[in-house]
């Protein structure tokens, strides 16, 4: 139990359907981040919020939408997404962006999109 | 652009052996690295970090050992278990002129052990 726990576990949508994604850490952490896992490829990092803002968005397209009402819960909203969407996203804590250390992972929502 | 390789992709070995996986990256101008542990369908869990300073961190049967100077980094497991099977991955983090980039990571070396 790493202490950043992520909701649903695993997760089957079709295109048209809304949906999203939750990440709650009990770390104290300030800064989250929503990472993809793709087959065959590396981590790739989405978003990043630090103390409830968002301080980047690494060209991820707008049918993805994250959400960050505290520096606890992290949310990300799909909607519209496309069969090359489906892969893990990992959600992950540190105490701060600009001092980061250690990221401590979630245990991910595999997501598939038919 | 700073670019992580991990190699081999997959190795398999019998119980008891000791086993070096290795990464390579493209720009010495690192903060640090980190070596993580996946174990299918999971999240990453943080074996070791070396910071660019260090020479290598222990833990247990692990040690990791980095050469900044060469782009390199190998995580050796000693008596490795059929527990270690898992995928390990290397990420390092880039210093953008006294900025902290962003993890870095390779696609992970995936490690069996057999009984």
């Known amino acids: 139990e790493t202490g950043v726990t992520q909701t649903p576990r695993h997760l089957v949508m079709g295109m048209t359907n809304k949906k999203s994604l939750k990440c709650e850490q009990h770390?104290?952490?300030?800064?989250m981040y929503w990472y993809k896992q793709s087959a065959k490829k590396p981590l790739e990092l989405m978003f990043v919020?630090?103390?409830?803002?968002?301080?980047e968005n690494n060209s991820v397209p707008s049918r993805f939408s994250p959400e960050c009402p505290n520096s606890s819960h992290l949310f990300l909203h799909l909607h519209t997404l496309q069969p090359e969407d489906s892969a893990l996203y990992l959600c992950?804590?540190?105490?701060?962006?600009?001092?980061?250390?250690?990221?401590?992972f979630g245990s991910g929502t595999q997501l598939s999109v038919l | 652009k700073q670019e992580v390789t991990q190699i081999p992709a997959a190795l398999s070995v019998p119980e008891g052996e000791n086993l070096v996986l290795n990464c390579s990256f493209t720009?010495?101008?690192?903060?640090?690295l980190q070596w993580f542990r996946q174990d299918p369908g999971k999240g990453l869990t943080s074996l070791l970090l070396?910071?660019?300073?260090?020479r290598e961190q222990t833990s247990g049967r692990l040690n990791a050992s980095l050469d900044k100077s060469s782009g390199r980094s190998t995580l050796y497991i000693a008596a490795s278990q059929p527990g270690d099977s898992a995928t390990y991955l290397c990420?390092?983090?880039?210093?953008?002129?006294?900025?902290?980039?962003?993890?870095?990571f390779g696609k992970g070396t995936k490690l069996s052990v057999k009984p």
């Open positions: 992950a804590s540190s105490q701060r962006r600009d001092r980061i250390e250690k990221l401590f």
């Open positions: 770390l104290g952490h300030n800064a």
């Open positions: 919020y630090n103390f409830k803002e968002q301080t």
């Open positions: 720009d010495s101008a690192i903060y640090n």
């Open positions: 070396i910071q660019s300073s260090q």
């Open positions: 990420a390092v983090r880039p210093n953008y002129g006294g900025s902290q980039g962003n993890l870095i």
